[in-house]
């Protein structure tokens, strides 16, 4: 089945500065890629998607790249703010149940 | 997102007890998954169903039931719980893709 590595699994940085997440895939027929956010004491939520015909997409600060031929993808957050500070979680699939990630959690120091 | 609901919160019972979880969705969604979620393990998946006549194993089954009682609503049991069984527990819904989370269940065995 597929496997899902993310990287790293604790991420601190200066506000303002940008903040980088990658994970890794093993499935080949995966063909969709959401990213989500939990806060603390919060469930997750999703903050943007890709899917496998698509090489990148933004929504304001935050950024998905993806890299088909070497299975992996990225989250690339800008101009960090103290409220991005979270557990971000990645996730694979094939178009039935997702395949998570062991999360990442991000500080962004004021 | 009160599309989503889980009952109760909050749990907290004995080895050897039998617990049921419930959910309920009114989004209209076929697709519902439960979920367990330990510190530094992520999100993992015990069961799932695309429609009500539909249930399948997830990765972390064992000890774990579910019944899907109609578009909306999806249980889980806990047979027999155990101590290690202590977890966060959320239900989600998806249409093809995007996943909406409940608020979690926090379990404690003792």
């Known amino acids: 089945g597929e496997n899902v590595e993310q990287h790293p699994s604790t991420l601190s940085v200066q506000e303002g500065d940008s903040a980088v997440i990658k994970c890794t895939y093993s499935?080949?027929?995966?063909?969709?890629f959401p990213w989500y956010k939990q806060e603390l004491g919060k469930r997750p939520q999703l903050i943007i998607d890709?899917?496998?015909?698509?090489g990148e997409k933004k929504d304001q600060r935050i950024a998905v790249t993806l890299n088909k031929t070497a299975k992996h993808f990225s989250l690339h957050i800008t101009e960090t703010q103290p409220e991005d500070s979270a557990v971000y979680f990645c996730?694979?699939?094939?178009?039935?149940?997702?395949?998570f990630g062991k999360g990442t959690k991000l500080t962004v120091n004021p | 997102d009160a599309d989503v609901t889980q009952t109760p919160r909050n749990r907290i019972t004995k080895t050897g007890k039998r617990i049921m979880l419930e959910c309920s969705q009114t989004?209209?969604?076929?697709?519902m998954y439960w979920y367990r979620q330990d510190p530094g393990l992520g999100l993992r998946l015990i069961y799932y169903?695309?429609?009500?006549?539909?249930?399948n194993k997830g990765e972390i089954s064992d000890g774990y039931s579910v019944s899907r009682q109609a578009q909306a609503k999806f249980s889980l049991s806990l047979e027999s719980a155990i101590p290690n069984q202590t977890a966060l527990y959320f239900c989600?819904?998806?249409?093809?893709?995007?996943?909406?989370f409940g608020p979690g269940t926090r379990l404690t065995v003792l």
């Open positions: 989600a819904t998806s249409d093809l893709s995007t996943q909406y």
């Open positions: 499935d080949s027929a995966s063909n969709y």
């Open positions: 890709i899917r496998s015909n698509v």
């Open positions: 996730a694979a699939s094939m178009g039935g149940e997702l395949v």
């Open positions: 989004k209209g969604h076929d697709r």
């Open positions: 169903s695309f429609d009500v006549k539909d249930i």
